[in-house]
Nanobody, 121 residues
Framework: QVRLVESGGGLVQSGGSLRLSCTAS????????MAWYRQAPGKPRELVAS????????KYADSVKGRFTISRDNWKNTIDLEMKSLKSEDTAVYYC??????????????WGQGTQVTVSS
């Protein structure tokens, strides 16, 4: 099993910054790709940013390119999302996502419980 716990959400003014963190707790599982998704009220969940295990490939939604940065620490099994120049449209619940596998299980997708980010204009 893999448990993902997010932290760092909150209320920030437009133009401000926030840093989200996600820690993956697991035994026997290898954490592969990790990502941040978000879901605003009345909208589908969307990919914000992703990073591969070797940290060589990152992907960003067009709406956050140049403003958000995803990073990863494999030693600590954590990913961070540095968010700058926040806009009201960034308001959403942000979810940590991880793909993990073990010698007893094929790769499965795991989700955190989500953390609220609210950007006031």
């Amino acid at each position: 099993q893999v448990r993902l716990v997010e932290s760092g959400g909150g209320l920030v003014q437009s133009g401000g910054s926030l840093r989200l963190s996600c820690t993956a707790s697991t035994t026997y599982y290898t954490i592969n790709d990790m990502a941040w998704y978000r879901q605003a009220p009345g909208k589908p969940r969307e990919l914000v940013a992703s990073i591969t295990r070797n940290r060589q490939t990152t992907k960003y939604a067009d709406s956050v390119k140049g403003r958000f940065t995803i990073s990863r620490d494999n030693w600590k099994n954590t990913i961070d999302l540095e968010m700058k120049s926040l806009k009201s449209e960034d308001t959403a619940v942000y979810y940590c996502n991880a793909r993990a596998e073990s010698q007893y299980s094929p790769e499965l997708v795991y989700w955190g419980q989500g953390t609220q980010v609210t950007v006031s204009s």
